[in-house]
């Protein structure tokens, strides 16, 4: 940083001197003074030797792996290269419907026929676990052409699958496990965690270190354990996806991130878990407030909990998930970090203070004090008529018609959503949050998800994919 050396070389801003001053000042120096990209001295991540290599090693010491790479576009590239690195085009791998939308990008990326299992779905909270080993053999044997299995462990609100059992089953086999870890990269360092991927039996596995450790957007590793995936395979697909100019900050955090699990990681999260459960049980005594826990284990795809997500039902309160987020940041100023049409999530990690507790549950006990008539012309009065006549439910999984990837690149036209049943869908739609895509490139749109994805929009459902947000229209393969 101080070595003198005058610089001709990226990034641009010559160490801040060529920024504009006001990002200048407001970085601080030391931050644009590291970042630095393939100079001498420096490692080079997509063919590491020095500092990067050491830290990718501890990385995979620390996590049990065999090799463990830095990511520096989160879990999305980490979905992408694991296909790439197991399969080839044209081969199937089966792999859960709540997969997230980054899977679907993985899919046309590497032209892998997807066989879709369906998670066990929970109607009391409108939410999908995940996929049981029973669901896994069943798809193996119906499916003897499948090359690899991937599923999503914990899901987004903290729900663990049994992967020891799921790793059995695809062993016997002799086939790869992929498991997009996404959102548990702190299993690994706290016994009260789900036991992680790794431990369990994935052969590859990735982790969103950003998501819920102390490294930056946009970080994560991915970890591979045996010899069911070619190592020099994954080594030459890792590069491919890595940009040739990685931010070094971004590196570093993930190499701290790393120190800080090994050296006080089971502190750490002990206090992070106390403080968990004791909001949980707090916001549980909320009246018209539900917040699961542990009598959902054992549930169909409940094999374990991860303490430290709160998802905070807020039906009975007479709002949906997105009203109530709305009205927790606007008023309370706790904002959440996701919403869907029943239930808002409190993340709660190392970062978590007990003031910022306190504050959810101030805010969670007004919003429950506030009277609130049930307007049923509003759109969660549409909703809540639907759900008191039982006749809200998830959508079928829609009969594929053509590979994704054949789908996403085939001559499109867009005609009238309200319409578009029996055609072939070309795009992803995806209710954001959760993120999980509801129809996909390839897939027949069927009248039934039509009117569920209207009844969604209407509750004032964010879409993510459609070309059109409001999905008036859609895109569709040509006839
Ligand atoms: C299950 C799952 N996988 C992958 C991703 C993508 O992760 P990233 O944001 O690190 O790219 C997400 C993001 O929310 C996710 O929930």
Redesign the pocket.
């Known amino acids: 940083m101080d070595s003198g050396v005058i610089p001709f070389h990226t990034p641009g801003h010559m160490q801040g001197k060529g920024m504009d001053r006001a990002l200048r000042d407001f970085l601080g120096d030391n931050v644009l003074a590291i970042d630095l990209t393939q100079i001498r001295g420096l490692d080079d991540l997509l063919q590491p030797t020095g500092a990067i290599a050491e830290a990718q090693a501890l990385a995979a010491e620390a996590y049990g792996a065999d090799h463990s790479f830095f990511?520096i576009?989160?879990?999305?590239?980490?979905?992408q290269i694991m296909m790439m690195a197991a399969l080839n085009p044209g081969e199937k791998m089966a792999l859960p419907r709540n997969?997230?939308?980054?899977?679907m990008g993985g899919l046309i990326v590497s032209g892998v026929q997807p066989v879709w299992m369906r998670p066990e779905v929970d109607d009391a909270l409108h939410m999908d676990h995940t996929v049981t080993p029973e669901t896994v053999r069943r798809t193996l044997d119906a499916h003897r052409d499948i090359k690899a299995v991937y599923i999503?462990t914990p899901?987004?609100y903290g729900v663990a699958a049994d992967i020891e059992g799921i790793a059995a089953v695809v062993h016997e086999r002799n086939l790869p496990l992929l498991v997009?870890e996404?959102?548990g990269p702190h299993f690994h360092f706290h016994p009260a965690l789900p036991v992680d991927a790794l431990e369990a039996g994935a052969d590859l596995c990735?982790n969103?270190t950003?998501?819920m450790l102390g490294s930056m957007?946009?970080?994560?590793m991915l970890h591979a354990k045996g010899k069911r995936v070619r190592i020099d395979r994954l080594k030459g697909v890792v590069k491919l996806f890595l940009s040739t100019s990685p931010n070094l900050v971004l590196i570093a955090s993930l190499d701290v991130a790393r120190k800080q699990m090994a050296l006080e990681g089971a502190a750490l999260l002990s206090r992070t878990i106390d403080l968990a459960q004791e909001t949980r049980r707090r916001l549980n005594e909320i009246p018209g407030v539900y917040c699961f826990g542990e009598e959902l284990r054992g549930k169909p795809g409940v094999f374990d909990l991860d303490p430290t997500k709160i998802t905070i039902t807020v039906k009975n309160l007479g709002y949906t998930g997105y009203e109530a987020e709305e009205i927790l940041r606007r008023r309370y100023n706790v904002q959440c970090e996701l919403a869907d049409l029943f239930n808002c999530l409190a993340l709660f990690t190392i970062g978590t203070t007990a003031e910022a507790a306190e504050r959810l549950v101030y805010g969670v006990a007004q919003l429950a004090r506030e009277d609130r008539p049930i307007d049923v012309f509003s759109p969660s009065g549409v909703l809540q008529r639907r759900l008191k006549t039982g006749t809200y439910a998830l959508p079928t999984i829609p009969p594929i018609r053509m590979n994704p990837r054949d789908a996403f690149l085939a001559p499109t036209e867009s005609v009238r959503f309200k319409k578009s049943a029996g055609r072939i869908c070309a795009e992803v739609i995806t209710p954001y949050?959760?993120?999980i895509p509801v129809i996909s490139p390839g897939e027949e749109i069927t009248q039934e998800i039509v009117d569920y994805l209207d009844l969604e929009l209407r509750a004032g459902v964010r879409m993510q994919g459609p070309y059109d947000s409001e999905l008036r229209t859609i895109r569709v393969v040509s006839r």
């Not at 957007?217 to 994560?220: E, F, G, I």
């Open positions: 990511l576009n989160g879990s999305t590239s980490g979905n997969s997230h939308k980054s899977a999503v899901t987004y997009d996404a959102w990735i969103s950003h998501k957007s946009q970080t994560a949050p959760p993120g």
